[in-house]
Antibody, heavy 125, light 108 residues
Framework: EVQLVESGGSVVRPGGSLRLSCVAS????????MSWVRQAPGKGLEWVSG????????GYADSVRDRFTVSRDNAKNSLYLQMNSLRAEDTALYHC??????????????????WGKGTTVTVSS | DIVLTQSPGTLSLSPGERATLSCRAS???????LAWYQQNPGQAPRLLIY???SRATGIPDRFSGSGSGTDFTLTISRLEPEDFAVFYC?????????FGGGTKVEIK
């Protein structure tokens, strides 16, 4: 079964750091670009960050650029999101998704066809 | 960035009725790179439609997508109980990907 499982969410103080992980099963991660998408309580979906299949091309939403870093370890079939200088407005459910960033050397970014259930990040003093 | 505006914000319908959801883009969506997702409470989003009109694997044929350019529509021909959810449109193909604000389909 194709599956994505996130972990690492927690309650953290403003200015703190957190590292989210996403483990893929049922498919080989290195065939796909991957993304993080978040959803604040009661709000809609927001693309946060994406990384291409190799880990060399990365993209970030303006709201998180210079604070968040996406990475991947294809050997471990895993995706990561390092979150620094966290703010209250980063409070959200963070989903890992297959797609949403470059899968190969072309400039095409595919849709997101597999999603994890998410891990909750709460930034509060 | 392409801004996607979904309407209505909430649609109140009964099971068996037809639902028509709209997604309007601030500029033309190239190659109709427009997707629709369904999100039931407490669950992850599920891909329904890509390429504006192609159903994703396993999606029932009561779901259909149409449109081109800046105006897109998701139609659910006959609402089943599990279809009462929030639906999002999204443009893809180039960065940055953006989502619409969502349409909630609720039981009347």
């Amino acid at each position: 079964e194709v599956q994505l499982v996130e972990s690492g969410g927690s309650v953290v103080r403003p200015g703190g750091s957190l590292r989210l992980s996403c483990v893929a099963s049922g498919f080989s991660l290195d065939d796909y670009g991957m993304s993080w998408v978040r959803q604040a309580p009661g709000k809609g979906l927001e693309w946060v960050s994406g990384v291409d299949w190799s880990g060399s091309k990365k993209g970030y939403a303006d709201s998180v650029r210079d604070r968040f870093t996406v990475s991947r370890d294809n050997a471990k079939n895993s995706l990561y999101l390092q979150m620094n200088s966290l703010r209250a407005e980063d409070t959200a459910l963070y989903h890992c998704a297959r797609g949403g960033h470059y899968s190969d050397s072309s400039s095409y970014i595919p849709y997101m066809d597999v999603w994890g259930k998410g891990t909750t990040v709460t930034v509060s003093s | 960035d392409i801004v996607l505006t979904q309407s209505p914000g909430t649609l109140s319908l009964s099971p068996g009725e037809r639902a028509t959801l709209s997604c309007r883009a601030s500029q033309s969506v190239s190659s109709n790179y427009l997707a629709w997702y369904q999100q039931n409470p407490g669950q992850a989003p599920r891909l329904l439609i890509y390429g504006a009109s192609s159903r994703a694997t396993g999606i029932p044929d009561r779901f259909s997508g149409s449109g081109s350019g800046t105006d897109f529509t998701l139609t659910i021909s006959r609402l089943e109980p599990e279809d009462f959810a929030v639906f999002y449109c999204q443009h893809y193909g180039r960065s940055p990907l953006t989502f619409g604000g969502g349409t909630k389909v609720e039981i009347k």
